[in-house]
């Protein structure tokens, strides 16, 4: 079972400190949610857990399954079953949607592996009729010209065909409407199992009616700052964060 430990965890971008000692952990079947006020350091995690360059880890660690994920490269981490659905996906011309995803999934198979044309048409067939995606989508390029809702579909598409063990989406629901949430909830809710441990960014509650969280975690200023249940989610949605921000005596 996939076990993610983020402890005090420090990242700056260009010499500014932006997470301040982080903590959290994440084990397979559980499904945790982070919810936070814009700018407070959501997509500085994501992308410092994956090993995005341009995030410095100035502090703290990263385990998966005991094993330093700092230590690893981009594409390591990939392997051992980490992987990101981003908040802003990027467009590659020149790579089409199938070519893409087929040598992602070969490069995280075993050396000389690759999974057979067959069967790759077939998943991937099957995982695009639950995300309500055209076949067309397969053939063109990368996320260019694709709608934001199309991007988004096509991350869980990305994501249920990988397989991973720790799979953290960042405002997945950013820019969809509520049939586009509903498909791509419906998608993400049909991966999880014991063997995969979620976490959801999310700004809004909305999601957390499809995706329901075992785990809501408040960030607030580079650190999670509260930890509940479901109703924490529902509490911040009504009230919004300033109790918070009172109770633990933050000024912004
Ligand atoms: P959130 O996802 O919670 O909205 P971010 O992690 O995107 O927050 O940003 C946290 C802070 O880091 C913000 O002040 C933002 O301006 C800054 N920041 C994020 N990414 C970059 C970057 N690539 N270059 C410079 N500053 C950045
Ligand atoms: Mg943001
Ligand atoms: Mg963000």
Do not use: C
Not at 22 to 27: Q, V
């Amino acid at each position: 079972v996939p076990h993610l430990k983020i402890e005090d965890l420090k990242v700056s971008i260009e010499d500014k400190e932006i997470l301040k000692g982080l903590n959290l952990e994440i084990k397979g079947g559980e499904v945790h949610a982070i919810m936070g006020p814009n700018g407070t350091g959501k997509s500085t995690l994501s992308s410092a857990i994956m090993g995005h360059p341009k995030y410095e880890v100035t502090g703290g660690s990263i385990t998966l399954d005991g094993e330093d994920v700092l230590e690893m490269a981009v594409d390591e981490r990939a392997r051992k079953g980490l992987f990101l659905a981003m908040q802003y996906p990027s467009e590659i011309s020149g790579v089409t949607n199938a070519d893409f995803l087929r040598s992602a999934i070969n490069a995280r198979m075993e050396e000389g592996k690759e999974i057979s044309l067959m069967k790759f048409i077939r998943e991937m067939d099957k995982k695009m009729k639950v995300l309500e995606m055209d076949e067309a989508f397969m053939h063109r390029y990368l996320n260019e010209g694709f709608s934001g809702g199309e991007k988004k579909r096509n991350e869980i598409l990305q994501m249920s065909m990988l397989n991973p063990r720790i799979a953290i989406m960042d405002e997945i629901d950013s820019g969809l409407d509520i049939d586009a949430l509903k498909i791509v909830s419906q998608g993400v809710n049909n991966m999880l199992s014991p063997e995969l441990g979620v976490l959801v960014i999310t700004h809004y509650q909305r999601l957390l009616n499809y995706i329901k969280p075992d785990f809501v975690h408040v960030m607030m200023q580079g650190r999670i700052v509260k930890s509940g249940g479901p109703e924490l989610a529902e509490k911040l949605e009504a009230e919004g964060y300033d109790w918070i921000k009172k109770e633990l005596g933050i000024v912004d």
